[in-house]
């Protein structure tokens, strides 16, 4: 009987194989996926805003995550002589529509609010991904993960307060964690089908399609300087991903999940040194709520997770 997957991150270790069991290493790795993630909301801050020249407007910045994770990731395929067998091309589609959506709203959201707000409000993505599940995957929730969810959700609330671009942004974000959640089904169906370097290398290259036709009607002269944001975007991005595959190939999901959350703690640091901007009461409030709801579910994800038979 095939066993059925959650939406809490084990999809994304059956994409790669499966390196030998090393706790340190994938904790290591993890903390590089974190400080790089965060990195990435840092500088498509930099870029919408005025730090670097006039600012980007999303849609450009996005371009520019796009182009260049793609060749970074085409460089690795052809060091690796990668070959592209069989894939779900209709599924990579709506997985990339999904992302580069997300992308574009998180990008937008990075120059309205702070990055800690930004990247709290971020962690619903494995809530939305659970309530799609079961219209989409057929999936069954029961009550403490309708639970978590509903913390989650609470926590996205109290960020989501009046006040002009910071209520806008928050709603941003809330979109982009609602789309970023839809991409979660659609990575699920592709894992166990493709390999991880053939999934970033597809995803990427039609990324970059999209992003091209849609960064024409928005495009404007970058700077030097914001050329070489737009780069070092794309690059960190690549640098996160890859950090974060090798973290869960080299230990269980369950182990290595709850520092993701330390995504949180960097890009408070991050806003505070380059920006001056620390986060309020609110701010603490409202991302711990959050954190609290998807460390719930991701500990009932752990606790329902079949062992594997002897």
Request: some cysteine; proline content about 6%; aromatic content about 10%.
């Amino acid at each position: 009987m095939r066993r059925r997957r959650s939406c809490a991150g084990a999809s994304v270790s059956d994409t790669v194989r499966q390196a030998p069991q090393a706790p340190g290493a994938a904790i290591l790795f993890m903390l590089g996926a974190t400080a790089f993630l965060a990195g990435t909301t840092l500088l498509a801050k930099a870029l919408g805003t005025e730090t670097l020249g006039p600012a980007l407007h999303p849609l450009q910045v996005t371009f520019g995550r796009f182009l260049f994770a793609w060749i970074a990731f085409v460089a690795i395929a052809a060091m690796i002589r990668l070959r592209i067998r069989q894939p779900d091309m209709r599924t990579h589609v709506m997985r990339v529509l999904c992302g580069w959506t997300g992308v574009t709203l998180m990008f937008a959201t990075a120059a309205m609010i702070p990055l800690a707000d930004a990247t709290a409000i971020s962690f619903l993505n494995p809530v939305f991904c659970m309530i799609l599940a079961i219209p989409l995957l057929g999936e069954r929730v029961g009550p403490w993960r309708w639970l978590a969810a509903a913390i989650a959700l609470a926590g996205a609330m109290i960020l989501i307060r009046p006040g002009g671009a910071v209520e806008l942004g928050a709603l941003f974000a809330l979109g982009a964690a609602m789309v970023l959640g839809l991409e979660l089904i659609f990575i699920k169906r592709l894992s166990g089908r493709e390999g991880a370097v053939q999934i970033l290398v597809i995803s990427n290259s039609i990324g970059v399609v999209i992003s091209t036709l849609a960064v024409i009607w928005v495009w404007q002269p970058p700077t030097p300087a914001q050329w070489a944001g737009m780069a070092a975007l794309g690059l960190t991005m690549a640098t996160a991903q890859f950090c974060f595959v090798n973290s869960m190939a080299r230990a269980d999901a369950s182990f290595v999940t709850p520092f993701t959350y330390l995504t949180l703690v960097f890009a408070a640091l991050y806003d505070a040194l380059f920006f001056r901007v620390l986060p309020d009461a609110i701010s603490v409030l409202g991302a711990s709520t959050i954190v609290a709801g998807a460390a719930l579910l991701a500990w009932r994800e752990r606790v329902n997770r079949p062992r594997p038979q002897p």
